[in-house]
T-cell receptor, first 114, second 109 residues
Framework: IAGITQAPTSQILAAGRRMTLRCTQD?????MYWYRQDLGLGLRLIHY???????GKGEVPDGYSVSRANTDDFPLTLASAVPSQTSVYFC?????????????FGPGTRLTVL | GQNIDQPTEMTATEGAIVQINCTYQ??????LFWYQQHAGEAPTFLSY????GLEEKGRFSSFLSRSKGYSYLLLKELQMKDSASYLC??????????FGAGTTVTVRA
């Protein structure tokens, strides 16, 4: 089934630990995105990638890094997790960047940092 | 930055109509999206408007007025399964999609 997968589904992490959230899409979309969703704040863009080999910073990039080695995968890494990074993380993809280009979301990863 | 406002919560009766308003202030407007998000699930695409006017898609319609920085999502013939959060998102430039905090709609029998 075509779509976006994320792993893990949920994770409890000790502060200071390193964590990589995985995202894979099989739609051959050029653009991929990482958002975090917090109650009352809506979805906020962390990092994005217009195409394989390129990445850019979104609205809340501090404490996160990404890489885009190929079209399908877009991992998000927390180098040293802090409690404020407790959130639900959604990966999304779109065929390209552009006005009408719809972003499709993965099922999310619920991360708790203690 | 972007400023996107939508009501926090709305309640309506099964079979009724509900209108969810969204106002925004943005630079480089390049379209407005509505997404539906059921609790614990991913957002799913509902509609896209870039020109003024009404876009109808089955029981759901979306309206845009660019001069007023205003959009609404109209849900007709409400069903219990329509209970969800509805997210207004404004696109600026090629990639930046800014989301409102979402409106939680509760449909009652």
């Amino acid at each position: 089934i075509a779509g976006i997968t994320q792993a893990p589904t949920s994770q409890i992490l000790a502060a200071g630990r390193r964590m990589t959230l995985r995202c894979t899409q099989d739609m051959r979309h050029n653009a991929m995105y990482w958002y975090r969703q917090d109650l009352g704040l809506g979805l906020r863009l962390i990092h994005y990638s217009n195409t394989a080999g390129t990445t850019g910073k979104g609205e809340v990039p501090d404490g996160y890094s990404v890489s885009r080695a190929n079209t399908d995968d877009f991992p998000l890494t927390l180098a040293s997790a802090v409690p404020s990074q407790t959130s639900v993380y959604f990966c999304a993809s779109s065929a390209r960047t552009g006005g009408s280009d719809t972003q499709y979301f993965g099922p999310g990863t619920r991360l708790t940092v203690l | 930055g972007q400023n996107i406002d939508q009501p926090t919560e709305m309640t309506a009766t099964e079979g009724a109509i509900v209108q969810i308003n969204c106002t925004y202030q943005t630079s480089g407007f390049n379209g407005l999206f509505w997404y539906q998000q059921h609790a614990g699930e991913a957002p799913t695409f509902l509609s896209y408007n870039v020109l003024d006017g009404l876009e109808e898609k089955g029981r759901f319609s979306s309206f845009l007025s660019r001069s007023k920085g205003y959009s609404y999502l109209l849900l007709k013939e409400l069903q219990m399964k329509d209970s969800a959060s509805y997210l207004c998102a404004v696109k600026s430039g090629d990639y930046k999609l800014s989301f409102g905090a979402g409106t939680t709609v509760t449909v009652r029998a």
